[in-house]
């Protein structure tokens, strides 16, 4: 009996989730109803990604407000820290969407709570249209966050400074495969 309890407690822990809390992206250049579009965003993509549980954010209200917790404007490290070992999470995602000219620019954190450190991070940026990173740009950075390979589909579609690495080393490798195929022949 004790084995099968072991096995159990074993097997559960090895599939189990960190948890993850999401807050308010910090606004420079684009309106607070924008950026409240694009964190939600940004939690279901981690959600569909699956590699960590995400704390729903009528959970982080109920548990803030029974502690009596103001988190509005909580944007700093320190306040996400402290956010985030109130929830209990392990880890907080914290961020800045901004605007300059015609280019919006994401960059975000995965923060560790126990040690205050960036755990990962992930960026995007787009010309012209906040379009893009909604439908792009919030999915590249969850899966960065996630540290999980960009989908091609995403890395096409994407106009992330990965998609645009990707892109210079599969026209490299062309190049280089070419070089070679005719370095070959006059060899």
């Known amino acids: 009996m004790l084995r099968i309890f072991l096995f159990i407690l074993l097997t559960t822990s090895l599939f189990a989730r960190e948890y993850i809390a999401i807050i308010d992206f910090e606004v420079i250049g684009i309106s607070n109803d924008e950026a409240r ?17 995400v704390l729903e954010r009528s959970e982080m209200k109920r548990l803030l407000d029974e502690q009596k917790f103001q988190y509005s404007g909580c944007v700093d490290l320190n306040c996400a ?13 914290v961020g800045t969407i901004s605007k300059v000219g015609r280019t919006f620019t994401v960059d975000s954190r995965l923060i560790y709570v126990e040690s205050s450190e960036a755990y990962t991070s992930g960026q995007y940026t787009s010309d012209g249209s906040i379009d893009n ?28 400074f990965f998609s645009k690495i990707y892109k210079q080393r599969k026209i490299i490798g062309i190049v280089s495969f070419v070089l070679w195929l005719a370095w070959g022949l006059t060899g």
């Open 37 to 53: 579009v694009l964190t939600q965003r940004l939690t279901s993509e981690m959600i569909n990604i699956g590699v960590y549980q």
């Open 81 to 93: 820290v402290e956010l985030g070992k109130m929830l209990g999470a392990k880890y907080m995602v």
């Open 133 to 160: 990173v909604v439908k792009y740009g919030m999915a590249s950075i969850a899966y960065q966050l996630s540290e999980e390979d960009i989908p091609p589909e995403l890395l096409n579609q994407s106009e992330s």
